[in-house]
């Protein structure tokens, strides 16, 4: 029986009804879950792995909008089912997991007669919008050099990292040409030693250390 906090919260009698009906599927790491202009046909409730979500502009660039990990609702998901619109983006999974996926009727039944589903579908919903809007102020108001900068200390708990620039161009949301040119530049300074899919944190944390100080 899957286990998921959005299943738990329901009456027993409608809880053994929905998982009667609910889909269980296991992924492999870079299965498209879904992609852009698909329609909606449930609510995909991720019990093991991790799932990224991405979205690719005109321009050929992709940004990560966020992740999906254990005990996670996917939030386009929820958006989708609730306006009837295609996604606007895809998702990959980064990790290899399974997920249950309540359809699309069940989802509308449980909306109508769950208060307590109602209520957690809307507070993972609101939490996820939190994020979103961080992540738009980020990329309009911030600077691409300050951005690199705080996500590489974000990750500061390891010396090295493991991401080639085109994988770190989608999550600030740029060009890879971008990225490369500001890593060399950071290199350069001597706060991080760059090789093929590496980038080691030589000096980036003292730097900082010493700017807050």
Do not use: N
């Not at 509308?108 to 919903?125: A, K, V």
């Amino acid at each position: 029986m899957p286990q998921h906090s959005i299943l738990d919260i329901l009456p027993a009698q409608l809880r053994k009804e929905v998982m009667e009906k609910i889909q269980i599927m296991r992924f492999p790491a870079g299965k498209v879950l879904f992609s852009a202009g698909e329609r909606c046909q449930g609510l995909p409730l991720v019990l093991q792995g991790s799932v990224k979500v991405q979205m690719t502009g005109v321009s050929g660039h992709s940004i990560v909008l966020y992740r999906m990990g254990k005990d996670d609702i996917c939030t386009l998901s929820i958006g989708c089912l609730m306006t009837g619109r295609g996604y606007r983006a895809e998702a990959v999974v980064e990790e290899e997991g399974e997920a249950a996926m309540i359809p699309r009727g069940v989802f509308d039944r449980l909306m109508d007669q769950s208060p307590e589903f109602r209520l957690g579908i809307m507070e993972s919903y609101g939490r996820r919008l939190d994020d979103l809007m961080l992540l738009v102020e980020e990329v309009a108001f911030h600077r691409m050099d300050e951005r690199l900068e705080e996500w590489l200390l974000a990750r500061a708990d390891r010396d090295v990292i493991t991401i080639t620039h085109q994988e770190l161009a989608v999550e600030l949301g740029t060009a890879r040409e971008v990225v490369s040119r500001l890593l060399k530049e950071l290199e350069r300074r001597g706060m991080v030693a760059l090789s093929r899919g590496r980038i080691e944190l030589t000096g980036l944390r003292q730097t900082s250390a010493l700017a807050r100080a």
